[in-house]
């Protein structure tokens, strides 16, 4: 068989390490619809000049860097757990729902490691990208969309050798739209949010070792920043007061499936303050207010039917 391969030849999976940089060989699970994966790998060719020679004298490979991005329709917390760092799950899933509360990593805590698979099946290609860590996780909820995700990731490194390709077992509760959602900022309902965003960086570091390999010895964690913008259609002062005021923020954000009461995620971002605030006055437009908010915690809890997350 010839012929290219196309995007649906191609499986996204991901397993949670129990070894930095060492792919498992089963526990693949489903991340939610992905609809992109892009890896990326950089040797950092290094180039010597020399006097006598107009053009490099000699290459060498550097210090090898793997990156990826992955965006996907949300179904499941998975790739939240992934980026936050630390789950408990509760309940039997069947006199009660399995629930998942995620926090983020504290100090003297580290983020899981995930190896991702990309099975190109049309070419008999398998690749593990292993020793993963979510860097960035960017979740958007907006008017007459579904809620989607995308993760920003570094890796270890790449290996395509002697990997048996994992079934995949597909996912199939709803994924979430924008009409599933619903915004509290200090336990009470705004009702006129067209626009949320919230954006997890961890900040992370590769380190480099004198160890005679030019792959990362380790993926290390930096600060952790919480942040969120806000779209608001203009019909109140309500913003614009908090944020005239200083006001310290909670803000919820609960997505629930219209179908499955059994299934639902819900963010809180706790000890926030809005950053910046914006009012445009348009002649074509009706008018929105923009805001960025700042917080220092979160908490998630998500109710489905996965005994496990991560």
């Known amino acids: 068989m010839s012929g290219q391969a196309h995007g649906f030849d191609n ?9 930095f940089a060492k792919a498992p060989t089963s526990g693949y699970n489903w991340l939610g619809i992905v609809e992109e994966f892009s890896p990326e790998e950089n040797n950092n060719t290094d180039q010597r000049r020399s006097v006598g020679v107009r053009g490099a004298f000699m290459l060498r490979p550097g210090q090898k860097e793997v990156d990826g991005s992955l965006s996907l329709a949300l179904q499941n917390a998975r790739i939240l757990a992934y980026a936050l760092g630390v789950v408990s799950t509760e309940g039997d899933g069947e006199t009660t729902p399995y629930t998942h509360t995620i926090r983020p990593a504290k100090a003297g805590e580290e983020l899981p490691s995930v190896t991702i698979q990309n099975n190109n099946e049309k070419l008999k290609f398998v690749r593990n990208y292993v020793g993963g860590k979510i860097d960035t996780l960017t979740l958007t909820a907006s008017a007459e969309e579904a809620v989607t995700v995308e993760a920003d990731m570094l890796f270890s490194h790449v290996e395509d050798k002697d990997i048996t390709p994992v079934p995949v077992t597909a996912e199939l509760q709803n994924y979430f739209m924008f009409y599933e959602g619903a915004i509290k900022i200090n336990g ?3 009702a006129n949010v067209t626009e949320f965003e919230l954006e997890i960086a961890n900040n992370l570091e590769r380190r480099f070792v004198l160890n005679g390999s030019n792959k990362p010895a380790r993926i290390t964690e930096g600060h952790l920043e919480l942040t969120s913008s806000l779209t608001l259609d203009f019909t109140d002062l309500n913003a614009w007061q908090d944020f005239q005021d200083g006001a310290t923020l909670v803000v919820e954000l609960m ?3 219209i179908a499955d009461p059994d299934h639902s995620v819900k963010f809180t971002l706790s000890g926030g303050v809005y950053d910046t605030n914006a009012i445009a006055a348009s002649a074509e437009d009706l008018q929105e207010q923009e805001l960025e908010a700042i917080f220092t915690d979160i908490e998630v809890v998500a109710v489905d039917g996965n005994s496990k997350l991560i």
């Open 255 to 257: 997505l629930q499936d």
């Open 11 to 19: 499986t996204v999976v991901a397993a949670t390490e129990s070894e």
């Open 188 to 190: 009470a309902e705004v």
